[in-house]
């Protein structure tokens, strides 16, 4: 071929091929990106470097020219045009998969493109053991074949002189030493070209145009294949066809290719799953390993957490004995201190779930999981991978709804990121410890603790707002796109401690940056909230001389009636009686309903602004919060204002409740969209309050 | 024959996938139309099915499996 004359090359080969590196090894910068005619698949063109008069074109990746989908329609109609047609193809097959690459090529070839060969992504291939005969590989398909690696560059620079010497060559066909081309494919291909060109009719096809249009590619085309665009044909003659290339394809790769062998893993694998992934035992020794984690995690935590209960406790008395009664002083012994320790008491309980979480991702076992529980996730809306993030959602929303990317399907996906929220997590956890050991007697039941089974039952009560939520979700939103569950069960493998710790790490950075910031800015500013007021001081003051002239009153009884006065009168106690009313239905007075209002931001906080409620004006003393709420009392009624229904009814707000700008940012952000975040806040709230409202009322 | 009339360790060849995208996702993880397919796992109810196919195992839910069109091998 004379340099003058204008070559064009078709770039073909299966997706993932690494045939675009090939590509842009090829090309340089010199390429264009169009789009085909009338549709919107990306048409790449580039002039082969150094060489002018070569063009090559990209083609969409595909694995057959059988046109189900619209690649696979592009390329035909690409290849079958009168006009402009190709001189030549380099076809790119993946090395560790030249079987399935062959189907495509045995099509070409019984077209008869002059073809070059290239066996691409060679250092993967051989890493994993497959070894090459290659004259045996060049002998059955006739065409010259060069092994490449097209990331590192090796073996780029022979395939360019053989293209730019123009050593292409006609391929030994398939079918057509027996057939004529139009023989081979003969009658078959009925029912589903038919179907799909109808469908390709409605959708404004290229093809289907073309054959409207231009009798004479269409004529083409159905050389290509073999088949009448038109005619009725059986389904049995594709898959016949299918069969027949396949069976010459086996030949060839097993004369050609040398798999590796069956590994150890596979084996070990296969026998651990007979009973991981048993219809029966499967899912009990899921619950068990479920159940043995948060054991492992309420008792491990425990102490840990403590120890920093302790230590910031300390450090708050440590730092009133230092900087005393000043303004510093106080700000951080009753703000910061206590601000950074809400964050911080949170970590050894995430940490640990997320250690667990990680081990059984890296082993392999999550994806049994997903197996198991993909049906029963299927009833509600929701996919096989949703479990994830929704025991995620035990730790921490944050990462939870993170994890949700991994959920192809948008609807599931969706829906997911919607009903995560539901899940118990550790915030939850110190607002339910404090109600139900203020309300809940530690008295045993049928031999179970009870504030054990009270707290179990919220657990409960969150896994099932979760999934009724998805299924009423599932019902409201619409969805176009068809759901797969299309995964590969790993071997079994032993975690690495890297990547179990580096996992960890993640989430809880996730964590105290996602949540740690906004809480710890809450404390301090509730913590002034709490301590400033209009004309607070002096009207502190007046109170406290009123109350000199009282001789009944000793003086620890005075000082508390002093401190409950100025918290009643600062903003924060005028923030908490304007929303009383809207919470006295459910049995609020307005110092929860500060509470509330404080930790909108971040349930936890609700724990941090008793504390500080309880605290401020006072002593910081090691008398635990617990003891303060125990021994609050109604002033209207003089009874005990944390009784049951007021309990329980906190505790169905909180466990229903969104209560975590976080996670409503976190959510912003992975559907991109305010508009689901809103709905999933104001959803939740509102649930939340009449759940609460209705408990209220049935239990007083 | 559809890829879920199979019992567990019996195998099949792929002949055809009546879903293009089920198709492009089974391609992208490995599976070998050239190499025969065992079932070797079923989640209850009509769960997902689990296949080894070319030394990997895969698993794909029952509704998508009975888009595949097997030959048994005896």
Redesign the interface.
């Known amino acids: 071929m004379s340099k003058n004359n204008k070559i064009r090359i078709a770039l073909v080969g299966n997706p993932n091929s690494g045939k675009t590196s090939i590509f842009n090894q090829l090309t340089g910068l010199r390429q264009r990106t169009g789009n085909f005619p009338g549709i919107t698949v990306d048409k790449k063109t580039g002039k082969l470097v150094g060489k002018e008069h070569v063009e090559i074109v990209d083609l969409p990746g595909l694995y057959d020219l059988y046109p189900d989908t619209m690649d696979e329609a592009v390329v035909l109609r690409e290849l079958t045009k009168s006009d402009n047609t190709f001189d030549a193809a380099i076809y790119v097959a993946d090395a560790s998969h030249l079987d399935r690459s062959l189907m495509l090529y045995s099509q070409l070839a019984d077209w008869g493109i002059p073809m070059i060969f290239v066996v691409n992504m060679m250092d993967e291939a051989e890493k994993s053991g497959y070894q090459f005969n290659t004259n045996r590989l060049k002998n059955r398909l006739g065409v010259p074949i060069i092994y490449t690696d097209a990331r590192s560059g090796d073996g780029i620079d022979s395939l360019v002189s053989k293209i730019a010497e123009d050593k292409f060559e006609q391929p030994n066909a398939f079918f057509r030493s027996r057939y004529t081309a139009k023989e081979t494919f003969g009658n078959g291909y009925q029912d589903w070209i038919e179907t799909s060109f109808q469908q390709y009719l409605k959708t404004k096809n290229p093809l289907a145009e073309d054959a409207q249009n231009s009798p004479k590619n269409t004529e083409r085309a159905e050389s290509v294949l073999g088949i009448k665009l038109n005619e009725q044909n059986a389904e049995g003659k594709v898959l016949e066809d299918i069969e027949n290339r396949q069976r010459l394809i086996n030949i060839i790769t097993s004369e050609v290719v040398q798999s590796p062998k069956e590994t150890r893993q596979n084996r070990i694998t296969e026998q651990l799953d007979r009973w991981l992934t048993h219809p029966v035992f499967g899912y009990l020794i899921f619950g068990l390993i479920l159940f043995l984690i948060f054991q492992a995690i309420f008792s491990w935590a425990s102490w840990p957490m403590d120890m920093m209960d302790w230590i910031f406790t300390h450090a708050a008395g440590g730092a009133q004995a230092v900087f005393g009664d000043t303004l510093f002083g106080r700000l951080l012994a009753e703000g910061i201190i206590p601000g950074i320790g809400g964050v911080l008491i949170f970590i050894p309980q995430i940490a640990l779930l997320f250690l667990f979480i990680g081990l059984l991702e890296a082993s392999g076992y999550m994806s049994r999981v997903v197996f198991l529980m993909d049906k029963l996730m299927q009833r509600f809306g929701l996919n096989g991978k949703s479990v994830v993030p929704l025991i995620s959602g035990m730790a921490c929303a944050i990462p939870a709804v993170m994890a949700c990317r991994t959920i192809e399907n948008p609807k599931e996906r969706l829906i997911t990121i919607l009903v995560t929220p539901f899940m118990t997590c550790s915030a939850r956890l110190p607002v339910y410890a404090i109600l139900i050991a203020v309300t809940i007697p530690a008295t045993k039941v049928m031999g179970m603790n009870l504030q054990g089974l009270v707290l179990l039952a919220l657990y409960l009560l969150g896994v099932l707002a979760a999934l009724i939520g998805a299924a009423i979700l599932n019902r409201m939103i619409k969805s176009e796109s068809k759901s797969y569950l299309i995964q590969e069960m790993p071997v079994y493998r032993i975690p690495k401690a890297k990547d179990i710790l580096m996992n960890i790490w993640s989430k809880v950075k996730a964590f105290v940056w996602g949540a740690g910031r906004i809480i710890f800015v809450l404390a301090i500013i509730l913590w002034f909230l709490g301590s400033y007021g209009p004309n607070l001081q002096e009207k502190t003051d007046n109170y406290r001389s009123e109350l000199s002239q009282n001789g009944y009153m000793d003086e620890a009884a005075k000082d508390n009636a002093v401190s409950s006065y100025k918290l009643e009168n600062s903003y924060m106690g005028i923030m908490g009686k304007t929303v009383e009313p809207v919470f006295r239905p459910l049995g609020y007075d307005w110092k929860i309903s500060i509470g509330l209002i404080t930790s909108f931001a971040a349930r936890e906080v609700f724990v941090s602004t008793m504390a500080t409620i309880y605290s401020i004006g006072e002593d910081v003393k090691e008398e635990t919060i617990t003891q303060k709420l125990k021994n609050e009392t109604n002033p209207e009624t003089g009874k005990k204002r944390f009784n049951l229904a007021t309990a329980l009814s906190l505790l169905i707000f909180y466990a229903l409740a969104m209560q975590c700008i976080s996670t409503v940012a976190i959510v912003k952000r992975e559907t991109k969209s305010w508009t689901w975040a809103i709905i999933q806040l104001v959803g939740m709230t509102v649930l939340a309050y009449v759940a609460a409202l209705l408990v209220y009322w049935g239990f007083s | 024959m559809v890829l879920t009339d199979l019992k567990r360790q019996e195998k099949a ?1 792929i ?2 996938i ?1 879903d ?11 599976l ?4 025969p397919v065992e079932m ?9 099915i ?1 296949i080894k196919n ?8 029952a509704r ?1 499996a009975r888009e595949i ?1 097997i ?1 048994e091998m005896s």
């Not at chain 2, 070797?40 to 769960?47: L, T």
């Not at chain 2, 030394?55 to 794909?60: G, N, R």
Request: contains cysteine.
């Open positions: 060849m002949l055809r009546r293009g995208e089920l198709t492009k996702q089974l391609m992208t993880l490995g070998d139309f050239s190499m070797k796992y079923k989640a209850p109810f009509k769960g997902p689990c070319n030394k990997k195992f895969i698993f794909i839910r998508d069109a030959a």
